[in-house]
């Protein structure tokens, strides 16, 4: 044999041979991974309160999960610089967040993967007032950008509690006489119907956090080292959704759980990106908008949480932009109004004016966009907007989120007292009286009103 051609074959047969064992390794390193993570595999062993394990298939069937799709997914090593939070066990049969769709995600929140949320959204949870008080009812909100989260959920927790729950009287003793069971009931149900709503009475999912897992993974691919560490959960049915979340309520309700994160990455996953696409226009391509040193949300995200769609705007249907764009707005009544005051609304731009949609909701509550500051008014008398002799005389109740408030604020609205000059923010009279910018909220709804706030301080 030629020397020459041996030389040729021996040299071919070391490369096939070291391709062979670049993939061995290769598989190998993959095998481990998934033993690690028990991807497709049932030798889970989740634990009934009484300690009896159950398998994986008995999970899904207990909570109606739907299978985690088959999918590579490569969770970061790094968690270094995440606090401890409220996790759940990886047993549960979720399954890893990808890493295309932490990036989808990330995109869809801040329009790039370089933004991370600021401190004060780290901190956001869900956290009620003391059971049996004057504000037994209503969530304790801070200052920073996941206020109107949190707010916005707000509204939703009064309309189950005076309109949806069964048992319940609608008045605000009723809202006031809750134990903490009654309010983590109401927050499972409220969070359970915001995300099945979004979407779109298919599917909902839901994002908690692993314990520590590590990987030999280097890939990175969010900054802040937190959305790597995402489990989802997908479910199929309603029932089983809110039964789930009830059953790993502290992921949102834990001090450090970053509850309002885990809602929010919720949320947009449950809208799916396609559906996020066409919800929005070109005013909107993201979620969240950084501004002085905070995240704050667009008015998408707010929508999302009313209606269960993304629309961008608060007036109706579409409108047609400066350069002849279509911008969306609300296609569909809410359940939950929406009203604002502010700088850009008493300019009257036409697109900043809030629609029929929001402005007329089923149910006599609101959120309140007053100055960038989110609140809520509400009424217990359901036929408030069914019956238009109701809205003569009529009582609304204000919860503002900040913490000096101790109990609802009684107002009685009169819608015939006195004309009202839109105009103007001082009484036509001459008093020298100014109204404030709740009242001028409450205006924008009931042009002709006058607001008697029964002996309180007026909120700015």
Same mark, same amino acid.
């Given at each position: 044999?030629?020397?020459?051609?041996?030389?040729?074959?021996?040299?071919?047969?070391?490369?096939?041979?070291?391709?062979?064992?670049?993939?061995?390794?290769?598989?190998?390193?993959?095998?481990?991974?998934?033993?690690?993570?028990?991807?497709?595999?049932?030798?889970?062993?989740?634990?009934?309160?009484?300690?009896?394990?159950?398998?994986?298939?008995?999970?899904?069937?207990?909570?109606?999960?739907?299978?985690?799709?088959?999918?590579?997914?490569?969770?970061?090593?790094?968690?270094?610089?995440?606090?401890?939070?409220?996790?759940?066990?990886?047993?549960?049969?979720?399954?890893?967040?990808?890493?295309?769709?932490?990036?989808?995600?990330?995109?869809?929140?801040?329009?790039?993967?370089?933004?991370?949320?600021?401190?004060?959204?780290?901190?956001?949870?869900?956290?009620?007032?003391?059971?049996?008080?004057?504000?037994?009812?209503?969530?304790?909100?801070?200052?920073?950008?996941?206020?109107?989260?949190?707010?916005?959920?707000?509204?939703?927790?009064?309309?189950?509690?005076?309109?949806?729950?069964?048992?319940?009287?609608?008045?605000?003793?009723?809202?006031?006489? /809750?134990?903490?069971?009654?309010?983590?009931?109401?927050?499972?149900?409220?969070?359970?119907?915001?995300?099945?709503?979004?979407?779109?009475?298919?599917?909902?999912?839901?994002?908690?956090?692993?314990?520590?897992?590590?990987?030999?993974?280097?890939?990175?691919?969010?900054?802040?080292?937190?959305?790597?560490?995402?489990?989802?959960?997908?479910?199929?049915?309603?029932?089983?959704?809110?039964?789930?979340?009830?059953?790993?309520?502290?992921?949102?309700?834990?001090?450090?759980?970053?509850?309002?994160?885990?809602?929010?990455?919720?949320?947009?996953?449950?809208?799916?990106?396609?559906?996020?696409?066409?919800?929005?226009?070109?005013?909107?391509?993201? /979620?969240?908008?950084?501004?002085?040193?905070?995240?704050?949300?667009?008015?998408?995200?707010?929508?999302?949480?009313?209606?269960?769609?993304?629309?961008?705007?608060?007036?109706?249907?579409?409108?047609?932009?400066?350069?002849?764009?279509?911008?969306?707005?609300?296609?569909?009544?809410?359940?939950?109004?929406?009203?604002?005051?502010?700088?850009?609304?008493?300019?009257?731009?036409?697109?900043?004016?809030?629609?029929?949609?929001?402005?007329?909701?089923?149910?006599?509550?609101?959120?309140?966009?007053?100055?960038?500051?989110?609140?809520?008014?509400?009424?217990?008398?359901?036929?408030?907007?069914?019956?238009?002799?109701?809205?003569?005389?009529?009582?609304?109740?204000?919860?503002?989120?900040?913490?000096?408030?101790?109990?609802?604020?009684?107002?009685?609205?009169?819608?015939?007292?006195?004309?009202?000059?839109?105009?103007?923010?001082?009484?036509?009279?001459?008093?020298?009286?100014?109204?404030?910018?709740?009242?001028?909220?409450?205006?924008?709804?009931?042009?002709?009103?006058?607001?008697?706030?029964?002996?309180?301080?007026?909120? /700015?």
């Amino acid at each position: 044999m030629d020397p020459e051609i041996s030389v040729q074959k021996q040299d071919s047969l070391e490369l096939d041979l070291s391709d062979i064992i670049r993939k061995i390794l290769f598989l190998d390193k993959w095998k481990e991974i998934f033993r690690y993570y028990r991807l497709g595999s049932n030798n889970t062993t989740p634990q009934n309160p009484d300690g009896a394990h159950i398998s994986a298939e008995e999970t899904r069937e207990r909570y109606g999960m739907l299978r985690p799709k088959g999918q590579e997914q490569l969770p970061c090593c790094s968690f270094s610089s995440v606090p401890r939070l409220s996790s759940v066990s990886p047993t549960l049969d979720g399954f890893p967040i990808s890493p295309a769709m932490a990036t989808m995600l990330q995109r869809s929140l801040f329009g790039n993967t370089n933004q991370v949320l600021s401190s004060d959204w780290r901190k956001a949870h869900f956290k009620f007032h003391d059971p049996f008080s004057d504000l037994a009812f209503a969530l304790q909100v801070e200052k920073g950008g996941a206020q109107s989260i949190q707010m916005a959920v707000q509204g939703s927790i009064i309309k189950y509690l005076l309109f949806t729950k069964e048992g319940k009287g609608c008045s605000l003793h009723s809202l006031c006489n /809750l134990s903490q069971r009654e309010q983590e009931q109401a927050l499972a149900a409220v969070l359970a119907s915001i995300l099945w709503a979004a979407g779109a009475a298919q599917k909902a999912v839901l994002c908690f956090v692993t314990k520590d897992l590590r990987s030999t993974s280097t890939l990175h691919y969010s900054t802040d080292n937190f959305i790597e560490r995402l489990q989802l959960f997908e479910f199929s049915e309603k029932g089983a959704t809110e039964k789930f979340i009830y059953d790993h309520l502290q992921c949102f309700m834990g001090e450090g759980s970053h509850g309002v994160i885990l809602f929010l990455y919720s949320l947009v996953l449950s809208r799916t990106f396609e559906r996020l696409q066409r919800d929005l226009d070109a005013s909107t391509t993201h /979620l969240l908008q950084p501004q002085a040193g905070s995240v704050l949300c667009r008015q998408a995200v707010i929508n999302m949480i009313l209606t269960g769609r993304a629309s961008p705007n608060v007036f109706n249907g579409y409108e047609k932009g400066q350069d002849e764009e279509t911008l969306h707005g609300v296609l569909t009544r809410s359940d939950v109004g929406y009203l604002q005051w502010g700088k850009e609304t008493s300019e009257g731009d036409r697109l900043s004016q809030v629609g029929s949609m929001l402005k007329t909701p089923t149910f006599p509550i609101w959120l309140c966009n007053i100055n960038g500051n989110y609140s809520i008014l509400f009424c217990t008398n359901r036929q408030l907007l069914s019956d238009w002799k109701m809205e003569r005389v009529f009582d609304l109740h204000f919860y503002s989120g900040q913490p000096s408030q101790k109990k609802p604020v009684h107002l009685t609205i009169d819608t015939h007292a006195h004309h009202w000059e839109g105009d103007h923010h001082e009484d036509k009279h001459g008093s020298g009286r100014w109204f404030s910018s709740v009242e001028m909220a409450i205006r924008t709804k009931w042009r002709d009103a006058t607001v008697n706030w029964n002996g309180a301080s007026p909120f /700015l």
